[in-house]
T-cell receptor, first 112, second 111 residues
Framework: NAGVTQTPKFQVLKTGQSMTLQCAQD?????MYWYRQDPGMGLRLIYY???????DKGEVPNGYNVSRLNKREFSLRLESAAPSQTSVYFC???????????FGPGTRLLVL | SQQGEEDPQALSIQEGENATMNCSYK?????LQWYRQNSGRGLVHLIL???NEREKHSGRLRVTLDTSKKSSSLLITASRAADTASYFC???????????WGAGTKLIIKP
């Protein structure tokens, strides 16, 4: 089992460019999450999907959109990247939502 | 908004010593979890303690929970170089589908 996988691992964007971060899990979890982590800080929830077909905003959703493509996949899209979105992005999954979360290795994003 | 706040922010100890870090939170919880993050990696779950539990052990880890003080502590005994990492506490958040995270304690184990 691969657990939670994320692509890409690294990305450099120019301000205004768009991109999609991909996440997939093979643990048959219902809930999936996107977080960002800035230096010296904990995780902040961007969006989550409690189950297939549903998505909800977290603490910092502005500038992002998500798609729960199916039970396995949850993507995060930056429509018009800004330097403030420079961060490390983590995807996680769990079942049920308040129990142990399993994390992917992260995507390091630099917006110039 | 952050629920958990870890203390200290950074801790440096000699290999073999015990490391203790604390987490305080603001609202009532069902569960509290501790995670480890090695530099540049994703987070790894260490232990979950429920609100009706006071202490839990897992290998060299001991977690306590005091719901009256809204605080938890993580003790790592006989520390090793491989324990060098950041440690985060997380509590269940609104709607039971979110975890609320602290800013973490950075632990350095000196050989």
């Amino acid at each position: 089992n691969a657990g939670v996988t994320q692509t890409p691992k690294f990305q450099v964007l120019k301000t205004g460019q768009s991109m999609t971060l991909q996440c997939a899990q093979d643990m048959n979890h219902n809930s999936m999450y996107w977080y960002r982590q800035d230096p010296g800080m904990g995780l902040r929830l961007i969006y989550y999907s409690a189950s297939e077909g549903t998505t909800d905003k977290g603490e910092v959703p502005n500038g992002y959109n998500v798609s729960r493509l199916n039970k396995r996949e949850f993507s995060l899209r930056l429509e018009s990247a800004a330097p403030s979105q420079t961060s490390v992005y983590f995807c996680a999954s769990s079942d049920p939502g308040w129990e142990t979360q399993y994390f992917g290795p992260g995507t390091r994003l630099l917006v110039l | 908004s952050q629920q958990g706040e870890e203390d200290p922010q950074a801790l440096s100890i000699q290999e073999g010593e015990n490391a203790t870090m604390n987490c305080s939170y603001k609202t009532s919880i069902n569960n509290l979890q501790w995670y480890r993050q090695n530099s540049g990696r994703g987070l790894v779950h260490l232990i979950l303690i429920r609100s009706n539990e006071r202490e839990k052990h897992s290998g060299r880890l001991r977690v306590t929970l005091d719901t009256s003080k809204k605080s938890s502590s993580l003790l790592i005994t006989a520390s090793r170089a491989a324990d060098t990492a950041s440690y985060f506490c997380a509590t269940d958040g609104p709607g039971n589908y979110q975890l609320i995270w602290g800013a973490g304690t950075k632990l350095i184990i000196k050989p």
